[in-house]
C-alpha cells in the first residue's frame, strides 16, 4: 500500500511558476517509478512527468522545457516544478507510484489544483 499526499498547487498568473510537492508513506520510496499526473475538466488524465528510480525522466511534450520532476528519496518525496505556466496547465495534479515507467499504479494521492489564470 502507498499513500501519497500532494501539496502546492494554487492560482498563478500565466507566465507564473509553481512548486508541487507528493510526500510517500506505506512504500520503498526509492524503488518506484513516480509519476505527476493531470486532468482537466472534460478531459482524460494524461502523465505530466515521470521519474524512476534511477533518476531518468519522462515528460510529455506540452511540458518539455517547462516542467522539471525531480526526486528526493531520503525525504520519500517528489518534486514537480512548474515554470511558464500556461492557461492550459490548469487541471487537477496527481502523484502516483509505478513499478515501471508508463504505467500507473493504482494508489493516488487526493490530487492539488492548479489553476493558470490572470
Known amino acids: 500500500q502507498v499513500q501519497l499526499v500532494e501539496s502546492g498547487g494554487g492560482l498563478v498568473q500565466p507566465g507564473g511558476s509553481l512548486r508541487l510537492s507528493c510526500a510517500a508513506s506505506g512504500t520503498i520510496f526509492s524503488l518506484y517509478v513516480m509519476g505527476w499526473y493531470r486532468q482537466a475538466p472534460g478531459k482524460q488524465r494524461e502523465l505530466v512527468a515521470a521519474i524512476a528510480s534511477g533518476g531518468s525522466t519522462n515528460y510529455a511534450d506540452s511540458v518539455k522545457g517547462r516542467f522539471t520532476i525531480s526526486r528526493d528519496n531520503a525525504k520519500n518525496t517528489v518534486y514537480l516544478q512548474m515554470n511558464s505556466l500556461k492557461p492550459e496547465d490548469t487541471a487537477v495534479y496527481y502523484c502516483?507510484?509505478?513499478?515501471?515507467?508508463?504505467?500507473?499504479?493504482?494508489?493516488w494521492g487526493q490530487g492539488t489544483q492548479v489553476t493558470v489564470s490572470s
Open positions: 502516483n507510484a509505478a513499478p515501471v515507467m508508463g504505467i500507473a499504479g493504482t494508489d
